[in-house]
C-alpha cells in the first residue's frame, strides 16, 4: 500500500514537467519527496520483505512446491535489483539536484545584496 505513494510524486513531477515548471522550487521539493517517499516505501521494507519471504520458504508447503519456490526467489532478487537500481539512480540525482539548488540560491542572494549595497 505504502508502495503507490510514490505514483502521486512521479505524476506531479510529470505534470510539473510538462508544464514547464522544470526549474521552479515545487519542481525540486517534488523531486526531494519522491525520493523520501521511494526510500520508506521501497527500500527500508526490503528486510522485512525478506524476512517474510525466509519465514515462508521454512514451510512444509514451500519446501514441495518446487516451481512456486523458484518464481518467489527469482522474482524477489529481480525487483529487488531494480528497487536499488533506481535507489541509487534517484539518491544521485537528488545530490547533483540539490548542490546546484545551493548554488542558485546562493548566487540569488549575492546579486540581491550587490543590487541592495
Not at 505514483?7 to 526549474?23: A, E, N, P, S, Y
Not at 516451481?67 to 518467489?72: E, F, R, V, Y
Not at 529487488?80 to 545551493?102: C, E, P, R, T
Request: proline share 1%; glycine share 6%.
Amino acid at each position: 500500500m505504502t508502495s503507490l505513494l510514490i505514483h502521486v510524486m512521479v505524476r506531479c513531477r510529470h505534470l510539473l514537467h510538462d508544464t514547464g515548471k522544470k526549474d521552479s522550487d515545487a519542481y525540486f521539493y517534488n523531486g526531494l519527496v519522491m525520493t523520501g517517499t521511494f526510500t520508506c516505501s521501497r527500500i527500508l521494507t526490503l528486510p522485512y520483505y525478506l524476512y517474510i519471504v525466509y519465514t515462508l520458504s521454512l514451510t512444509e508447503a514451500f519446501q514441495k512446491a518446487t516451481l512456486g519456490k523458484w518464481m518467489i526467489y527469482t522474482s524477489t532478487v529481480i525487483l529487488d535489483s531494480l528497487n536499488i537500481m533506481w535507489f541509487y539512480k534517484m539518491i544521485s540525482g537528488a545530490i547533483k539536484v540539490w548542490n546546484s539548488h545551493k548554488k542558485a540560491t546562493k548566487s540569488v542572494k549575492r546579486s540581491k545584496i550587490i543590487k541592495q549595497g
